[in-house]
């Protein structure tokens, strides 16, 4: 099979302020490892996917990063978005380069932010729905088994009749995709069985995908033949204009959601999109109070705290459940069950004016 992986990391990651920022987002910065997340995104891939078939859509600064960082992927196949207009826009670009290249191509659409703690099983099941994508007229996710009721994610409701079996791995067809839920929704889900997490990876055929937009997304159709046209003359000044018009929508809204012919397959493979501080408190290492630091610190009569200070010594005293990221020039003290709320401030930074902490 031709598989072409297409890495989305045109985000801003701005629930990861203060460390991430405009110029060097979450997906630039190594915080689960010594590399950095889309390094890791990229390394897990290569085992399957030549780096030829590897193609990264973000803005063009994200993209001169990405070109230093990354000399081995060929420099045609770093796309760039012109302006951010949220995933669906981003992933008509990236599968309309692919078509044209050849439109029987499987196309895995991968962030470039998320955690994967078995490659080998990740790999496994992108074979295998890469596989589901080539055959038929399907558009392929993974669904990741749901180990609480989280409201902070998109859930996918799957049929429980017999699954298709391909490569080894167990096909459900999608009935519906359901927005983030409350709490009480949420605990349903659960209860139910068949509501998984939704992933935000995609596996389809170039050109399975396009017939999919015509049929379920007539108006992003419209700028797929549009997108098309000026990629077949290499006219950036016409895929800038297309951008200035298109809709900013998720692929899950414009497509995923209406779309009939979807299949999941179970992402066992030990997955995390980081969504925020507190999410790194179950990856970094704890001491024995479920602290996980990183920088040197000194801590007395404090638990299950996070903090991030590899500049200068860190003490915390009789404190719980806190985030404490400290960078050059800002500091960042939150509860951690608030996080999520980190991204209300770069809003706020956003109307003050004060671009430099951006």
Known sequence: MDIRAVIMAGGVGTRFWPLSRKKRPKQFLPIISDNTMIEETVNRLLPRVSSSNIYTIANPEQTQVIKRRFTNLPEENLLIEPQGK??????????????????QSVVAALPADHLIRDSALFLKKLEAGAAAAAEGEHLVTFGIPPDYPATGYGYINFSLKPPSEILGENFYPVEKFKEKPDYEQA???????????????YIWRAEVFARKLELYAPVMFSYWNKVLEALKYNNEAQIQKIFDVIPSISIDYALMENAKGVLMCEGNFGWSDVGAWSALADIWDKDESGNALRGENIIIDSENCLLY??????????????????TEDALLICRKDQDQKVKNIVE?????????YL
């Open 348 to 356: 706020i930074i956003k109307k003050k004016g004060k671009s430099e």
């Open 309 to 326: 200070n590899p500049n200068k010594i860190t003490a915390l005293v009789g404190v719980k459940d806190l985030i404490v990221v400290d």
């Open 187 to 201: 605990k349903e889900f659960l209860r139910a069985g068949n509501y998984f997490w939704n992933s935000g990876m």
């Open 86 to 103: 949220n995933t669906a826009p981003s992933l008509i670009l990236a599968t309309a380069k692919i078509y044209l290249q050849n439109p």
